[in-house]
């Protein structure tokens, strides 16, 4: 059984699989606070996920320590200051209106999350499923949950289901159809992961479908502009490509130290001119 590392001082760069190639966080000696993207190649972006495939393995000893952990995060979550500002961001008629125009006649949006990362292993990932259950609990329009991420151990898995979430068997690469309104809670994942779920959707209709937590688009272009040399990746072209028609609003991260969670994170929503037609990427 592979052992879960007991983290709360674990760094990012300390376990390579949480190093995104678009992300890089620059770590001052003893803050973390900058985070940029990175200069990306294609080829980096092409890169094959090398992750040790998970520990399957059920722990009832660990799943009550996970719990407690959870329980712990949700609270710190709960008091921040950068909830009470993502709540008031929400709430923010420019903001919510978006949400209502996702929403349209639907009474609620399924909810799916891609790239959580280890609950079991870092405080982020943990802070960030916080984030979905105060979410859920404080927004009747919240539907469902889904949660996917091909690091998610057994342990892991059983939390999660036990929290009511359903857990995603098959790896989508990110390619779920937003046939009906859906939000998709995608914190720091790769480009890669952005594109394929933009590119299943590339018509109007599902695009208007989508609500989406995640990189910041803004981010992804400023750097393509001012970086020279840059070759942008084929991921990062449909990236570019929807910010023409993306209304983003960045998620403010606020004084406390939740910053590493949710830095650089952005709301997006996406409506495209129907007599326009969507650009050729
Ligand atoms: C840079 S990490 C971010 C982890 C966490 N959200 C955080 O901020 O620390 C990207 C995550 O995406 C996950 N991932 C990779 N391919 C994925 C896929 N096809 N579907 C969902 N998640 C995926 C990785 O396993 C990893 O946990």
């Known amino acids: 059984m592979a052992a879960a590392a007991d983290d709360d001082t674990t760094t990012y760069d300390e376990r390579s699989e949480y190093v995104d190639p678009d992300w890089t966080v620059v770590l001052p000696r003893r803050k973390r606070r900058k985070c940029q993207p990175k200069v990306s190649h294609p080829e980096q972006d092409v890169k094959e996920q090398q ?7 059920v722990d009832e000893e660990r799943e009550s320590k996970l719990m407690q952990k959870i329980e712990t995060s949700l609270k710190k979550l709960e008091s921040s200051k950068f909830f009470e500002l993502f709540l008031n961001q929400i709430q923010d008629p420019e903001v919510f209106n978006c949400f209502s125009r996702v929403l349209g ?3 609620s949006m399924k909810m799916v ?3 959580i990362g280890s609950i079991e292993s870092f405080e982020a990932p943990r802070l960030q499923l916080s984030l979905v259950m105060l979410m859920k609990r404080k ?3 919240i539907g469902d949950v889904e949660v996917f991420d091909p690091v998610l151990s057994g342990t892991e898995t059983r939390v999660l289901e036990s929290l009511g979430y359903s857990v995603i068997t098959v790896n989508e690469e990110g390619r779920r159809q937003a046939l009906k309104p859906t939000l998709f809670f995608m914190p720091h994942c790769e480009a890669s992961l952005y594109h394929n779920l933009l590119e299943v959707n590339w018509n109007a209709d599902m695009l208007r479908n989508l609500a989406l937590f995640g990189n910041s688009f803004e981010s992804y272009e400023h750097h393509n502009d001012v970086v020279k040399d840059y070759i942008a990746s084929p991921y990062t072209k ?12 960045r998620v403010k991260t606020g004084p406390d130290d939740h910053c590493r969670a949710f830095y650089e994170s952005s709301w997006l929503f996406f ?11």
């Open 105 to 107: 006649s639907e009474p």
């Open 139 to 141: 927004f009747e329009w």
């Open 271 to 281: 409506n495209p001119n129907h007599e326009q037609g969507l650009p050729i990427v």
């Open 238 to 249: 449909r990236i570019l490509a929807a910010r023409t028609f993306a209304e983003e609003f």
């Open 113 to 115: 999350v891609y790239g």
């Open 51 to 57: 992750l040790a495939p998970p520990d399957l393995e």
